[in-house]
């Protein structure tokens, strides 16, 4: 079966704009969860979604929100970039977050220049 | 909130030793531990779990063990191979309707030839 789809896989993104990320998970999967990761501080945690509602978020500020759609797609957005978001961005699907852990997507690379 | 500390940062082995990376979680409600291997510019994999129900999972080479009183749990891997060598990340799951997934920061393990 199709893996956890990332998409785009790298952008190129200009301080001051913002950038939605999309996430489709495994067929069947209602838990989508997204992290930030950096060379220095690993895998950060910004949210999780079931069922199209956002069960926890990270230590992130508002600029980042995302949303779940009824057929569990995900999409993240940040809004007014700062170089300091250049990171990769992961997702991850799974069951329920709880029965087999998550499967992760290649993840978007993301540069603010 | 729920804090995962995982030790140690990098773990250097000769191969055919064995390697244990530890972790500890604050959050007395976690009840799922998930393993994740990282190699290098790939996307993190689930390699092995276990539930707060269960004190020890082995898998061939690896195994999990996990102290609910003393709240830490740890990956032992044995007769390590050079392809071994990866990030290994430990998580804590607390399940519910609060539910929150915490990853440790990884641990850069190296299987020297």
């Known amino acids: 079966k199709a893996g956890v789809t990332q998409t785009p896989r790298y952008l190129i993104k200009t301080r001051g704009q913002q950038v939605t990320l999309s996430c489709s998970p495994i067929?069947?999967?209602?838990?989508v969860s997204w992290y930030q990761q950096t060379p220095g501080q690993g895998l950060q945690f910004l949210f999780e979604?079931?069922?199209?509602?956002?069960?926890n978020k990270g230590n992130f500020p508002g600029r980042f929100s995302g949303r779940q759609f009824s057929n569990s797609r995900s999409e993240m957005n940040v809004s007014t970039l700062e170089l300091g978001d250049s990171a990769l961005y992961l997702c991850?699907?799974?069951?329920?977050?709880?029965?087999?852990?998550?499967?992760f997507g290649s993840g978007t690379r993301l540069t603010v220049v | 909130g729920e804090n995962v500390e995982q030790h140690p940062s990098t773990l250097s082995v000769q191969e055919g030793d064995s390697a244990v990376i530890k972790c500890t979680y604050s959050?007395?409600?976690?009840?799922?531990f998930p393993w994740y291997k990282q190699e290098l510019g790939k996307r993190p994999q689930l390699i092995i779990d276990?539930?707060?129900?269960?004190g020890e999972k082995k898998d061939q080479r690896i195994a999990v063990t996990l102290n609910k009183t003393a709240k830490h749990f740890s990956l032992h891997i044995t007769e390590t191979q050079p392809e071994d060598s990866a990030v290994y990340f430990c998580?804590?799951?607390?399940?519910?309707?609060?539910?929150?997934?915490?990853f440790g920061k990884g641990t850069l393990l190296t299987v020297n030839p």
């Open positions: 979604y079931f069922s199209e509602t956002q069960r």
């Open positions: 067929s069947g999967h209602r838990s």
């Open positions: 998580a804590a799951v607390r399940g519910g309707s609060n539910y929150k997934l915490t």
């Open positions: 276990i539930r707060s129900n269960v």
């Open positions: 991850a699907s799974s069951l329920d977050g709880l029965t087999y852990g998550y499967t």
């Open positions: 959050d007395s409600a976690s009840n799922y």
